[in-house]
């Protein structure tokens, strides 16, 4: 057998927990805080006191429901919640309310772009939960429990086993990411662990058209997209090796088991054999009332449906003319797509737009570690400045410079320029005396236009930087350009 040629396909499936961005948690009214002190965001409800009753929280419920329509599913109209048994100090319910075989969302997909390739891969369900608490291990010798995120709406999130390698569940991740924060559902913070991530991941190896699969591993509570494809790759290649060691070490004969992702030594590690679902022992919390989505409410959400990145993005290549990258820049984020596309309905031309949108204000942004929707330029202004590169009144150059006193002061572009004296100037008198004074400074540049073939076209280009350098970027370049070549014929006369 280990002489015949060996294909391996890595098959992945992903439950992603999404953190919803409520003001209080999923059955209570407590708020959610992410740096309040321990346990002061807590109530008989959420600290698992008998006879606390729960009651739903819309916003979480309406939330999920435009998530799972922006993930094509089908929204379901009777939904229920279950308990999901298992002890944990973190859970003093000894449950957690889940929903068990009546998901709100079923049966989407969501498009995804690997490396210039569009993959769909499904979605089976997206239901919604509450978090447990976090236990504390930061004082030696024992073990203390906050409870404030106890409660926190979470939306889990499970595609089918339709991914194939580390790099498309990284994309799938990131993008994901992305619809959420987009939605406006989710902050989706890495850092606050506002997504965490469980591959699922086994592996199919051919043996000459015969197939062995893995058994599967889950790998639990993944809070970067980093992790999430370095732990696949790994799983990917350890499971092949186990494989190839020992022929019996697939599905049904080994069980299937969880590991946790250690990031330092970049290496999954076994924790313990994988539950069933019969192991949690559901049934139907007892406490709340099922749920009826009605006509209203599924209209509601349908209308607040933003476009999707994807389509913006199509949109924005072929309204725009942007390149791919720029668009991928611009997008990115609601807010900076919504500031661009602002500028443009306030008359930018988007050729020149598109450029200093991305060269100069999101660079300035960039430095400043800010958004560029917190620059405290408005789209209005942005579409003036890029107006007046387009009709001449200053440079491209001076415009950069325009650019960061906008970010000081809330004066029109226009009045910025006059004062810092870079309106564009146009008086081919003036500038026929810089070009005289630079062909007098630059002899040799000169002598090099003229009789040097090889050098002819660089040295044209250095004039032209000393006149710009001796007008203060006031000069018209292509007008300087026009005017040296006027000059130079001249001479060449
Ligand atoms: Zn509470």
Redesign the pocket.
Known sequence: MTDQAITTRTIIGLEIHVQLRTAT?MF???PLKFDAPPNT???P???GHPGALPVINRQALAYSMLTGLALSCDIARHTKWDRKSYYYPDMPKNYQISQYDLPLCEHGHFEISVEGDTRRIRIKRAHLEEDAGKNLHDVPGCTLVDLNRA?TPLLEIVTEPDLTSAEEAFVFCTELQRLVTYLGVSEGSMQKGHMRFEPNVNVAIDVGGTEYRTPIVEIKNLNSFKSVRGAIAFESQRQTAAWQEDHDYVLGKVPNENRGWNDDRGVTEFQRPKEAAHDYRYFPDPDLVPVDVTDEMLAGVTARLPELPIARRARFMSEFGLSPKDTEIIVGHRGTADLFENAVKCGAPVDILGKQFVNVWLKLANDRNVPVTDLSVDAERMARLASMVADGSVSATAANRIAEAMLDRRDPPDLLADELGLVQVQDTGAMEAWVSEAFAANEQAVRDALTNPKKAKASAGFLRGKVMRISGGKADPKLVGQLIEKRLSELRE
Do not use: D, Y
């Open positions: 948690k209570c009214g407590c965001c807590v109530c409800v959420c600290l409660g």
